[in-house]
């Protein structure tokens, strides 16, 4: 690779400390993302993918959740050792995120205009001379709501779930943010309206040169939308790669149990595919791969020894026994 | 609560029992035992004077032993005979008064939420109209024209706190009698009062007793504040806030009078209240900001 | 919402009204009051001219009727024991009592917020356990007994304070803290659970997603909305607290409304009782209203 990453995940660890033991929520992931790039975080629910998130981003609960290990490296600095008032700076500013709930994540008791202004006075360095509320209607503007002028001046609840949604966004990139990580950011919308949100997020994406990270358990988004896709299984990732390969030439077997799984058109009478078994118990994790119990595909040595990942020349990679990746050695 | 049959209290406290409140508990039980044996443990008649022994402190305090553990008052009664005499009206007329106010309230509650029409405005708006003045006030008034005494004690307690339950209760049986089973019910045919005692009532009565839970404590506060202001029970019958009321005169010079009958009463309530937030985080935790 | 007003303000005067009534019947059921006015030997026509100068020989509900009236003229008629117009009197020392009233409302309001709040945020930790149980502890203590004990403690043993009367700021303190203590107990302990809520929510996880440090997460984003409950229980308790003040007052001999009550109570100086709870009611109605206009202020919501 030419350019170094924007963002450089290594080895992150994550875990949640339970009266029933540790739960290793996030363990030992590790993903790049270049300049402009757009990756989909895919996984069951409890897989691990917003707790990675919100490590990136230092979010998570006070209580019972830390980080314990691995580097998150933004702008050539490891993120998880700077100090708290350095790491405000970063929130908003050079990482934005967008929240699962559209309806939940604005404040019911300031208007809208308020709230993305607060971003203009919480990160002055944005500043570009004009005043905050033009500057806040220009990106009102920008997320395509209309008429702006009478918008801001309303509150969250006047708002429907689309356009609340489009106003986090708006909020995320009032900051000008390198990277953008969007959190489910359309499982609680109409399907239209997610669509027309993926649309936005995807130009604005564009336009703004951000990387993004979207975090969703639906294929079908992530193919639309990104171009590279990691996917996440019992907090660890399983298979990395470029969208389209992946997508057509899975290479390890739980991603392609999740594309089985996937309704196809015209395929109507047969019964849809289900993974067998249940995911893995996070607290007493099974010995060797983690997808073994449930896996097609399984051979005794999957149940001893862990699989390491495997990565050829394309940025392909999958921990599988099985998979046939051929191994480039740097 | 989505089945009929499992709204009694008692069921879903099952597991709970396991995990006793042991704190309140703590607090209660030795309050609940004066109460009900009273004079028949206390070391001293709690009315035997003795001008003699007056105004003595607390015995181990002087070297004396156990002898008046809590002191001696200006007629020389022993004061912990008097503290645990005490508990006797307290508990009378907070566990009473709460009782008649329950009573009352939840049939108000009952009622009005599932009749609605006229009984329900006469109701409520008289529950406007006494939520309209400050409970002590009221409790004043009533006792200042009433007269005093043990029964009318307990009336005024009854009166004062009943407002609550039939506010709860009402809001309460407003969205059950919307349930299905309610509504198919009287689809069937069943009758009003089958239906109130069969379908409603079980599904309302742990709003109930954690409302009458949470008032026990506020009840014996407003026991001890009117026999304070000398509108309590009368002697020979001993009360804590009457105890304390004429302790006033002594402040200076014998800090025993009040102080023991008072803490006596922190320790009721205390236990009453850490009670009933341990029984609404159990049963109703809707109830949290009320 | 001034229909709104309007239409809670009729409601208050309904209130009144029935407030009124339960005063009248009390009144009615507590004797005959020539008992009190008269000596014990007047002669049984004295007594009849005094019944009929009162009004007392017209049917009851025209008797209610009359009093009704003459309330609203803010006419309770004479104290038996001041000999000065019931109304006027308690009028006169209605200020003492609010100054009371505001100063310990203040207490409780800055210290139960601040004190629920820190608790909220150091959630789980040894200072929360406290907080909560000092909190739990200030909610079991008789208002009567607690100031009893800070007379005995501050004024009488360490002669810090005055131990009652009226006069200087300092005369005030005491009562007003022993006041204070159950209210701010209160509102701490619902503030806490309140900004908890609110504390789990997206919006204040977007908040600190924006890069909001944490004390303005909390004090501009979370306050206010928690704040919605704590705002009606604050009414509730500056309402009760007037209510309060009759024992306060009491113990700490402050000249004020609740003084009086207590003082016409036993004289059975009705006129003044009958004249004072019907103020004191109006006030009640009034802060009532006042809550629910703060409602619309706090949650945009809300429209009347």
Redesign the interface.
Known sequence: MQYDPVLSVRNLETHCFTPKGVLKAVDGVSFDLHSGQSMGLVGESGSGKSMVCNSIIRLLPRHGVRTVGGQVIFSGRDILGISESEMRRVRGREIGMILQDPLMSLNPVFTVGNQVGEMYRLHPQAEDGRPIHQRVLDVLRKVAIPSPEQRARQYPFQFSGGMRQRTVAAIALAGRPKVLIADEPTTSLDVTIQDQFLCLLKELQEQEGMCLILVTHDLGIVAETCDNVAVMYAGRIVEVGPVREVLMRPAHPYTEALLRAIPKPGGRGTRLYQIDGEPPNLLDPPPGCPFQPRCARAMPICARTTPPMKADENGRAAACWASDIEEVRA | MNTVTNGLAWARLGSGWRRLPIFPVILLAPMVIFGILGTHIAPYDPGATNPVNALKPPSWLIGEGFSHLFGTDYLGRDVFSRVIAGARASLTVSVVGVGIAGCVGICAGLVSGYFGGWAETILMRLVDIQMSMPPILLALLLSASLGTGLWMVIFVVAVVFWTNYARVLRGEVLSVRQRDYVVMARVLGCRSHTILRRHILPNVIDSALVVASLQLGAAVILEASLSFLGLGVQPPAIAWGKMIAEAKLYLATAWWLPFFPGLALVITVLGANMLGDWLRDRLDPKLRNS | MLTFTLKRLA??L???V??SL??FV??R??GDPTLLLLPDDALPEDRHAMRVQLGLDLPVPVQFGVFLENAFLGDFGNSIRWKMPAMSLVLSRLPATLQLAALAFLIAAVFGLLSGVAAARL??TVYDSLIRFVM??G????????G??L??TVS?NMGLLPTSGRGTFWHMLLPAVTMALNPAAALSR?TR??MLNVLG???I?????????DSRVVWK?GL??ASI?VVT?AGIQL??M???T??VE??FAWPGTGKL??DA??A?DFPV?QAA?CL??AI??GL?LLVDLLYGV????IRY
């Open positions: 409601i208050g309904l209130c009144l029935g407030v339960i005063i009390a009144m059921v507590s959630r789980g739990t502890l909610l079991a203590l008789p208002v009567f007994w607690i009893l004990m007379i005995m009488v619902l659970s309140s929510t997206d919006y996880k977007l908040a600190r997603v924006k890069g909001n440090s984003h206010r909305n409950p229980l309402a009760n007037i209510g309060n009759v024992v009491t113990i009550i207590i109570i036993l059975r009782v709870i004191i009611a009640y109605i009532n706090l949650d945009p919501q």
